[in-house]
């Protein structure tokens, strides 16, 4: 089995132990909850205008794929921006909670660092056998996930829907609205 494909289709659960760890953990302060949640929000945010521009070209569960290549929007500024807004969220969660810092959140980056390093590599593989030279041309002018001044111009339009976007997102906002609640609770209920 490729263990790209393994962190590919389960990367929706890979955080799982250390959302626990982090609960477990948690001791934040009201500074450290608002500064994390406001993190947090910044990646949401993030998100949701990626997934407004993709819509669901870029949106599989299982393997690698994507019927088009989208360069606009966020994706003009670098190739993956919802794995920025996923560390800038996880990293949010995990400030917001403030469990033996700075370790977790040094545990965090490494842990990210190698599930997004298969991850991208894997999607990379797939969109350079689809896409060849346009994205070729695309990678070499648009790194991966810092964003990078100014924007690509690909010459493609796309239409972006806010709409579509929050119904898709709907579980990661849930996720993001029911964790940090725990860390609330958990601090104000247990401190």
């Not at 289709?9 to 948690?26: E, F, H, K, Q, W």
């Not at 917001?96 to 810092?101: G, Q, R, S, T």
């Not at 994205?135 to 070499?140: E, F, G, I, K, L």
């Not at 002018?141 to 100014?150: A, E, G, S, T």
């Amino acid at each position: 089995m490729d263990i790209r494909k393994f962190f590919f289709d389960n990367r929706s659960y890979t955080p799982i132990p250390l959302i626990i760890a982090v609960l477990i953990l948690a001791q934040p302060t009201w500074n450290t909850f608002l500064i994390g949640i406001s993190i947090s929000v910044v990646g949401e945010l993030i998100r949701i205008r990626a997934v407004a521009h993709a819509g669901s070209a870029t949106r599989t569960t299982s393997g690698a794929g994507g019927e088009e290549l989208v360069m606009t929007g966020p994706y003009a500024f670098m190739r993956n921006p919802l794995y920025l807004g996923n560390f800038l969220m996880a990293s949010g969660l995990c400030i917001a909670a403030w469990p033996w810092m700075p370790w977790m959140l040094l545990l965090l980056f490494v842990l990210f660092v190698v599930q997004y390093a298969f991850i991208i590599s894997l999607e990379e593989e797939y969109l350079q056998k689809n896409f060849g030279e346009i994205y070729q041309t695309y990678r070499q002018n648009v790194p991966r996930i810092l964003p990078k001044l100014p924007s690509y111009n690909s010459g493609q339009e796309r239409i972006p829907s806010l709409q579509k976007a929050l119904h898709s997102e709907r579980s990661t906002l849930t996720s993001f609205i029911f964790v940090s609640l725990l860390i609330f609770l958990r601090w104000q209920l247990w401190g």
